[in-house]
């Protein structure tokens, strides 16, 4: 692991808060590819073999990290991202380029560590190209302060090309959400494959916008989009969910399910599927409202409160 | 003693159950027996306390306690369970945990609940409680679901729909285990093999008890008559 001199601190903090909220100790295995950013320094790096990580912080704090991997790599440990925000306030920019070379296979494990901060306005722009026959897995796990002053924004532009597979995983379960807007815009080639899921538990007055989009451009490509969504207290959640089948055979759906618990609760799902090809199909599937009845009843037949059931089934949703 | 006392159940304008009386002892299993339609799936519903089967006039009696007015899970703490014939599916939850329910369980116990309803507890401990479980994979999850509950009394609604014919046998094995545990059961069905377990017997017919007594002589009454009579308010023109 190569600690940025003159960051140690940082990086040990960053890294203790990790360890505390996950268990995992994988940011100081140098067997691990890591990249770890702290407001807008970047404070530890460590690549492996068939993997490039360059790093810049401009003048004006933006932070710009280009990954590369090489054709044919396999990178059996995940790749670790980890950015974090150690003051009470300011802003956090970021922009990540990924280039992914043919026949490759690789995990990400980002974390956002926003747990010290009072307000903060965290900007993550990805841009990302996933060679041919690909493997690519995304998963985005976000820790922040309880007092709902983080705002995150994350705007992800992907290409999968032909026969490549990437799955991603959006998860913001475990603390208070803040405000959140979540952008992903993907092309997909000939036989590529996505399957996107995201997972938010929103309370008090936390604001939660989604927009997932599937260009389903190459012949018998394929998407998954599944949006799961707690909202309670006076959460605001609104969920588009867009598949265009441009391409013969392309086949695609999408799935909204949006939970709420609460009278002040507001919340909406739009899909939108545009085929411009006779030859593909899309569908969705979208709900919005309480934890269903037969759900409740069932467990509550098994001795449970209606609390205590409505707690077991929101777990087992944002598993 | 499970007791219903002249049980009056009506839904948008229409009477669903009219004036059922039944008795349920300690220990024995009973059929609730009729053709599709009849109200038997109501009866359950209504001994469980579900949302929707708020009685209109009667009182459901245990121990000689008024439980008519009880939330489902009081009646439940009490050990009324229910078998449902369409068990409702949940995401993210493995068989595991749904098995367990908060409860500390030792393994060994959720393996045996999971043996006695033939599913392989290696293949399904883990696997989630969802779309994915076929039909039949859901409905015996749930069966061992209630051998886990060890409820004093156990309605069972339909316990074999849905699932493969090879399983009756099953079924009726978990209904002899149960039995032995003490557990009363109450077995909705139009299932003749099901039905001739129970020792005692009432036959529906349009939201009333039509007959009842010895199984045997109510099975027979019902495949002469019921079977082919499909004529549900039969009771009600008589």
């Known amino acids: ?319 | 003693m499970l007791v219903l006392e002249n049980i009056n159940y009506s839904k948008n304008s229409n009477n669903i159950i009219k004036g059922i009386s039944m008795k349920f002892e300690e220990g024995k299993v009973y059929g609730i027996v009729g053709n599709n339609g009849v109200g038997k799936s109501t009866i359950g519903y209504i001994i469980m306390g579900l949302g929707d089967y708020k009685v209109n006039e009667g009182r459901i009696l245990l121990n000689n306690e008024d439980i008519t007015e009880l939330s489902i899970t009081d009646r439940a703490k009490k050990g009324i369970a229910l078998l449902w014939q369409e068990p409702a599916r949940f995401e993210g939850i493995t068989v595991k945990n749904y098995l367990s329910l908060n409860r500390k369980i030792p393994l060994k116990e959720l393996e045996e609940a999971l043996n006695l309803v033939n599913l392989e507890p290696d293949k399904y401990l883990n696997r989630l409680v969802d779309k994915k479980l076929s039909g039949g994979e859901r409905k015996k999850v749930e069966l061992a679901s209630c051998i886990l509950l060890k409820p004093k009394y156990l309605i069972m609604d339909e316990p074999d729909s849905g699932i493969d014919i090879m399983s009756l046998d099953m079924i009726v094995g978990v209904m002899d285990y149960l039995k032995k545990q003490g557990t009363t059961l109450i077995v909705i069905t139009h299932r003749k093999e099901i039905a001739r377990q129970c020792e005692y017997s009432y036959l529906i017919c349009a939201g009333k008890v039509f007959l009842e007594g010895d199984s045997d002589k109510i099975i027979e009454y019902y495949e002469k008559t019921c079977d082919t009579c499909g004529h549900i308010n039969y009771a009600e023109e008589d």
Request: aromatic share 6%; with cysteine; net charge negative.
């Open chain 1, 1 to 319: 692991m190569d600690i940025v001199k003159g960051y140690e601190e940082e990086f040990n903090q960053l890294v203790d808060i990790y360890e505390k909220n996950t268990k995992d100790d994988s940011l100081r295995n140098p067997a691990v590819a890591t990249i770890i950013i702290s407001g807008n320094k970047v404070v530890g790096l460590n690549s492996v073999k068939g993997m490039k990580i360059n790093s810049k912080v401009r003048n004006d704090g933006l932070v710009m990290v280009d990954v590369e991997i090489e054709d044919n790599t396999v990178i059996p440990i995940p790749v670790h991202l980890c950015t974090g925000f150690l003051e009470k306030t300011g802003e956090q920019i970021l922009k990540f380029n990924y280039n992914i070379g043919a026949n490759v296979r690789v995990k990400f494990k980002s974390h956002c560590i926003l747990t010290k901060v009072e307000k903060l306005h965290h900007y993550m722009e990805s841009d990302m190209y996933i060679g041919k026959n690909s493997h690519v897995v995304y998963e985005d796990e976000h820790f922040h302060d309880e007092r709902g002053g983080v705002f995150v924004e994350t705007i992800t532009k992907m290409k999968v090309d032909e026969n490549a597979y990437f799955a991603s995983k959006f998860y913001e379960t475990k603390t208070r959400v803040g405000r959140i807007n979540v952008v992903m815009d993907i092309e997909l080639m000939k036989n590529a494959k996505v399957n996107l899921e995201s997972k938010i538990y929103g309370k008090e007055d936390d604001i939660i916008d989604i927009k997932e989009v599937m260009r389903l451009n190459g012949e018998n490509s394929s998407g998954v989009a599944t949006s799961t969504v707690f909202a309670t207290d006076a959460t605001k959640a609104h969920v588009i969910n867009e598949a265009y089948g441009n391409a013969p055979y392309a086949r695609g759906h999408i799935e909204c399910n949006e939970i709420v618990k609460g009278s002040d609760v507001s919340v909406s799902t739009i899909p939108v599927l545009k085929v411009n090809n006779e030859k593909a199909e899309l569908t969705h599937e979208a709900s919005v409202g309480r934890i269903k009845q037969d759900q409740l009843e069932t467990l509550m037949s098994k001795g449970l409160t209606e609390d205590e059931a409505a707690e077991f089934i929101v777990n087992g949703l944002l598993s």
